[in-house]
């Protein structure tokens, strides 16, 4: 079968070439692939910057954000064919530490946990795969090609339970919301942010494009130049960016007992000059919280699921800018200006 390949560390080796089939250790129940989303992580992967693959072999097989179709499955596995599906990327460590042994394998405490496409697991970019029952999600009826979000779509959801977990510290009620970011993340967090009921600021450095009109569309208010411009010190900023400068911004905009959650990664090597103790000063006297938060595990994806089927279609729709067949992934790793979501769509 064909498979969009690399051999992790070495930049420039992405190729499709032909893969054995899915083995059943892999799982009982066969998928075929409908498409995968593309993401940072996978172009880094690409360039060589990490990446794991699976042990004794050379190549990984990439693709984390995944939708595809139930083949085969056996009975009893909660599944059948023709159900559309996610998979989930992540695989609790062996040993297994706490968290991983409830469950909770997004919140890893020794880092010896798999992902498929990204550590030690194929991933989900050829055009069959196996999986677990367990580590499988049904979409909703209707939601169809949109399902490709999920995966992001569930980072943000795990976003959203750890901001209001934290929340529940005092009495709280909050009623604005900061995105920074309008990428597939920020207006995936945006989204959550308005089905909460609340008031909805995304900020973002491009002026022109889908993203501004996309922000309007969902009731939100779009906002690009700087942070200390947009006149409102918010109850939660969701930062999508990974920029030093907006993480260290946000939490001077914050209002008393606000939460900054950071869901962007920083590439590092950049420096900014910080006043660390009036940093300190503002986030202890006003009861502040900033922490991040990453992946996420099977009630997250099933929270996404839910969130996207109340989501209007349309507007989801327009988040995906481009759909790439698997011989012109080349394309799909090359962004372009206006776009939001690139998909690999295997039906091409």
């Not at 992790?8 to 009982?28: H, R, W």
């Not at 260290?248 to 959650?261: E, F, N, P, S």
């Not at 990664?265 to 006003?286: H, K, T």
């Not at 996404?304 to 394309?331: F, N, Y």
Request: hydrophobic share 40%.
């Amino acid at each position: 079968m064909r498979a969009l390949t690399v051999i992790p560390g070495k930049a420039n080796s992405a190729a499709v070439v032909e893969m054995p089939e899915p083995p059943a250790s892999d799982g009982p129940i066969l998928v075929r692939t409908l498409a995968v989303g593309v993401c940072g992580t996978d172009a880094e992967i690409v360039s060589g910057q990490y990446g794991w693959p699976p042990r004794g072999e050379e190549r990984l097989i990439l693709g984390h954000e995944s939708l595809g179709e139930v083949e085969a499955a056996p009975a009893g596995s909660g599944f059948s064919a023709g159900d559309r599906v996610v998979g989930i990327v992540r695989r609790p460590d062996p040993v297994p530490c706490i968290a991983c042994g409830i469950g909770e394998w997004d919140m890893c405490r020794n880092g010896r946990y798999t992902e498929r496409g990204i550590k030690e697991r194929h991933g989900y970019a050829s055009e069959r795969f196996r999986i677990e029952p367990d580590f499988l999600v049904k979409l909703a009826p209707g939601l169809d090609a949109l399902g490709v979000l999920l995966e992001p779509a569930s980072v943000v959801a795990k976003a959203w339970e750890h901001i209001e977990r934290i929340g529940r510290r005092a009495r709280w009620e909050p009623a604005t919301v900061l995105v920074t970011g309008a990428g597939p993340i920020g207006l995936l967090a945006a989204l959550l942010g308005r089905q909460r009921g609340l008031d909805v600021h995304v900020l973002d450095r491009v002026t022109e494009g889908p993203k501004p009109q996309l922000v309007r569309n969902l009731g939100g208010t779009y906002h690009s130049g700087p942070m200390a411009g947009i006149g409102i010190h918010p109850d939660i900023v969701v930062e999508c960016t990974g920029a030093a400068s907006l993480v260290m911004d946000a939490t001077l905009q914050l209002a008393a007992d606000g939460i900054v959650c950071l869901a962007g990664v920083s590439s590092g090597g950049r420096r900014i000059s910080v006043d660390v103790g009036m940093l300190n000063r503002d986030m202890v006297l006003d009861n502040n919280v900033m922490f991040g938060t990453v992946n996420a595990n099977l009630r997250h994806y099933q929270a996404a699921a839910e969130a996207l089927a109340k989501a209007d279609q349309a507007w989801l729709g327009r988040l995906i800018s481009r759909r790439e067949p698997l011989g012109r992934w080349q394309r799909a790793l090359t962004r372009q200006p206006d776009d939001i979501k690139v998909v690999i769509d295997f039906t091409l």
